[in-house]
């Protein structure tokens, strides 16, 4: 027997459990893992309590829900829906382990829970009329009668004097009565007197029920459909068709443009008579094009240039003072670029080819794969034989059990039918009494509502009338008067109008003030503009030379020539390259695999693609590398040099400038 403290907590877990049970989602041995890892806090008594009664109300499901559906239609109407769990824990206990716990444990594990519900159930479920007559048969339909009465009704009848006491001692505390319930003796085990069982008979097989014979397969199954033969004949005639038209073209292909003796000579006569077209020169250069500034960009160059005034000013000054020419370190920081500038250049040729070189041991290493790939297949193919050999014979013998599924539900479907008729019965019984009680239902509810709308219709019919009478809701108003709160600041209407309209006119005096200070400030910013143009015009023009002469000393020294960059590990890649390229194009020979067939050149000629784009854009970048990066000052000198040899004038309107 198992010794438990807390027992309401233990049936509260259990219900707990039954309530995430859910079998459409989950196996029963899953769900008792999972349960089993949750109940580690437990002893070993209290959690094999514990699984045994989740497994037991698991598995007599069926059983128990005959019981409790029952007892929720009969007695307990008014008991809650989430309670369902409890009590089919009560009926499992009962029916399957009260000869394990005996009644003293069971009689705690009941008067741990609610008093008025276990009352209720027991009373219910221990009623030897209901255990005689439709339980007994409901049980009946899922196991054999005679086990249901040997294995579980008659002990039921057996505990039900002594549970019948546990019943009247629980209505006598509800009563406020207490009685002691007596306690039953212990019994005591003796051996079983068994007798030995007498070899059985070998039973003659039963005849294997013949089925019915199935209807053949129809041979139009295995013919081709006519509509297939028709499609094909229209695709010749069209086929046909489509070749007459292709040898018809092929033999008119230049008649469109034969032209007649008559016709050419009508269009050498025209040629003749007609005057040829004389092409005009197109000018390779536009002078004079306006070039509009506004005022932010018409300060910001005048303040650029007086920035660079003042530091050609300060140079001088330093000059004169005995400061040294910064000539030379310029022209050595030019030579020290120009070094880093060929060093990136041919960082950047050993980058492409190593890159390069990657591509080329990448392809090698998939022709590699599939060399690999076909060894795998072959034995993946034997693999495959072997199993279907195995899944045949596995076949046949699921073949030979199904044989013998068959004939234990023909066996079943001769007892089913009589169940179906008993719980047919059953089931209409139960309907006629849940009719009877809607019924009275709906009448009390309809006789509540007839009585709530006749106190709704007397309350809108007072409201009504005490609408319908008259009120008075005139009032005049005096615009002289003040409004009589006892403010300081209180004043009529008629003190308010003459407030604003001298507020009005002294914001108008305002406002022509302001136009004319901003029209002041206009003219003065126009003839600041028109000054900083003058100073941007004389700077540009200077800047201009000097560009000029900047821009023809490059020339001079770019059509000197360019050095030719020679690098050993340039050189070593190269010859990498080559030696891969040609120890692919090998391999590619062996393996037999062609540009149009194969997945590697389908995947070969969008990376070649690839590496075509990549060379291109590096050559790009290796052009203007050599060319050499121009500096912002320079880039602006030469803007400065193009503006002034085309004769560009500045414009600026007087209406844009306001």
Known sequence: MVKMVSHGKHIAIIVQQLNKFNPENQSVEDFLNESSKMLQTLNVTEGKFVLDTLAGCIEYKSLLDVVVNAFYVRDGRYCLISER?????????????????????????????????????????????????????????????????????????????????????????????????????????????????????????????????????????????????????????????????????????????????EKRENTHDSMKSNPAFQAQKIQSKIHNIPIKLNAAAILREGALYQRKMEQELKRIENLLRGAGDPSEFLEWQKQMRGKDLEEQLAEIECRRLQGKLSHEEAVLAHQNVIQENKKKADLMREEKAELMHQYAEKRLQEQKEMRELVEQVVEGHKNAKQAKIKLQKYKQQIVQEVCEENRELLRQALEEEEEKLRKRYELIQ??????????????????????????????????????????????KAAEEEKRDQIIHEKQAKEQLLLDKLDQISLFRAELGRAAALKQEEKKRKFQSGERSMKDERILNLQKKIVEKTTERKKQAGLLKITPQKTSIASRKDPLQNHWKELEESRERQFRILQHGFMARETAQKMAAYEAARSGATICILRSEVK
């Open 85 to 261: 769990n409890l009590y089919t824990i009560i009926c499992y206990l009962a029916t399957f382990q009260l000869e394990e716990l005996g009644l003293q444990h069971f009689s705690r594990i009941v008067k741990s829970l609610d008093t008025a519900k276990m009352q209720k159930f027991l009373r219910f479920f221990f009623n030897a009329l209901y255990l005689n007559t439709w339980i007994k048969d409901e049980w009946s339909q899922f196991y054999d009668s005679l086990y249901v009465k040997e294995n579980w009704i008659d002990p039921l009848l057996r505990w039900q004097p002594k549970v019948q006491q546990l019943i009247e001692h629980l209505t006598d505390i509800l009563s406020n009565r207490t009685t002691t319930v007596k306690s039953s003796t212990v019994t005591q085990p003796k051996e079983f007197n068994l007798t030995v069982p007498k070899p059985r008979a070998i039973p003659i097989p039963l005849p294997i029920p013949l089925l019915e014979k199935r209807p053949l397969v129809p041979q139009s199954t295995y013919k081709p459909p006519k509509e297939k033969k028709q499609l094909e004949e229209i695709k010749t005639k069209n086929r046909q068709k489509a070749e007459d038209l292709l040898l018809k073209a092929n033999a008119n292909k230049f008649r469109c443009a034969t032209m007649k003796p």
């Open 462 to 507: 007072q409201i009504r009338a005490i609408e319908s009478l008259p009120s008075i809701r005139h009032k005049f108003v005096d615009l002289t008067e003040t409004g009589g709160h006892g403010l300081i600041c209180e004043m009529s209407i008629v003190e308010l109008r003459e407030r604003l309209a001298l507020l009005r006119e002294a914001q």
